[in-house]
């Protein structure tokens, strides 16, 4: 009976200690993505949840909802000129979308980290978890043509579901993922996807 406890409780600290490993918290760990490069997010109680060379994902649930920022690359068609990327990856974004109640959405044209870029938010409802806490759905993110690969692009993006369209933390977790953003940065040479 004593070796039954003793192994419980070494395998509750090990599960304990794997939980603890992966919140990212202050970690600074960069991923190297196809193009780009990122750091976790640097408020505690974020995880990593995936991760390989053209994407990393980050969660963090709290009371009523759930977050997530996420970098991925990806390839794109030629664009005769950036005007045609940003109509492009409007669109793109909106598709996304389609399945929810827009109750807003923006889009700006922006530059960051010197690519052209479409940055957006919006807020969107899910007829189908009415009254769940996933009901809500807010977006902010970036949507940007790799400035020395015109065959690259970058999305960054934080997603949050929730039973409300103002979670009590929305302010902290939209600068959080600002934060994220901003640390991103483009790279020449990458990894093949």
């Known amino acids: 009976m004593r070796m039954m406890g003793l192994f419980l409780a ?13 919140a990212t918290g202050s970690a600074q760990r960069t991923y190297v993505l196809a193009g780009a490069t990122i750091q976790p997010p640097q408020d505690t109680g974020w995880a990593l949840l995936t991760s390989d060379s053209v994407e990393a994902t980050f969660q963090r649930h709290s009371a009523n909802a759930t977050a ?5 690359t990806f390839a794109i068609e030629r664009s005769a000129d950036d005007q045609a990327f940003l109509t492009g990856a409007e669109a793109r974004q909106q598709e996304a979308v389609t399945p929810f109640l827009m109750m807003s959405i923006h889009f700006n044209h922006t530059h960051l980290h010197g690519a052209t870029c479409v940055q957006y938010d919006g807020i ?3 007829t189908f978890a009415i009254g769940l806490e996933r009901e809500f759905l807010t977006t902010k993110g970036y949507l940007c043509r790799h400035p020395t690969d015109p065959l690259r692009a ?7 579901r929730s039973d409300s369209s103002t979670p009590l933390d929305m302010e902290q977790t939209l600068a959080v993922a600002q934060a994220f953003f901003d640390r991103a940065a483009f790279v020449r040479d990458s990894p093949a996807p």
């Open 10 to 22: 070494t395998l509750a600290w090990g599960c304990t200690q794997k939980g603890h490993n992966h």
């Open 124 to 126: 969107f409802r899910d």
């Open 68 to 72: 997530r920022i996420s970098a991925r």
């Open 154 to 160: 970058l999305q960054m993006e934080l997603t949050q």
